[in-house]
């Protein structure tokens, strides 16, 4: 399990680690563009149903914590579907894993 802790908020963010991975690429370069941006997911199985969205914005303190100490192979298509995510007017929302089903 993946912690991310977002300013001043007394609750971490908790998600599931690789997913974690993944986000932390996408919010690591909008926070280096200086860009501001919304993160939506939906609640692990564990907490109370429904969803969450944040505001990410460079000058709010961001912490992320991983219980693996590996970092995980990233899938590019993820991060690129992410990304673009990030890059609408809706923000972020953390959606399952892009696979390439494609076969050469």
Known sequence: ??????GSATEPIHLEERALAH?????ATKLRRQE??????KH????????STI???PSIPLRF?????ETPVLNQQ???ALMHSANSSGGIMLVDEVCDTSTD
């Open 23 to 27: 986000l932390k690429v996408v919010i």
């Open 36 to 41: 501001s941006f919304t993160l939506s997911w």
């Open 78 to 80: 993820w991060i690129e």
């Open 1 to 6: 399990m993946g912690t991310l802790y977002y």
């Open 55 to 57: 505001w990410l914005h």
């Open 44 to 51: 692990l199985e564990d907490e109370p149903g429904g969803r």
């Open 65 to 69: 914590t991983f219980d693996e100490p």
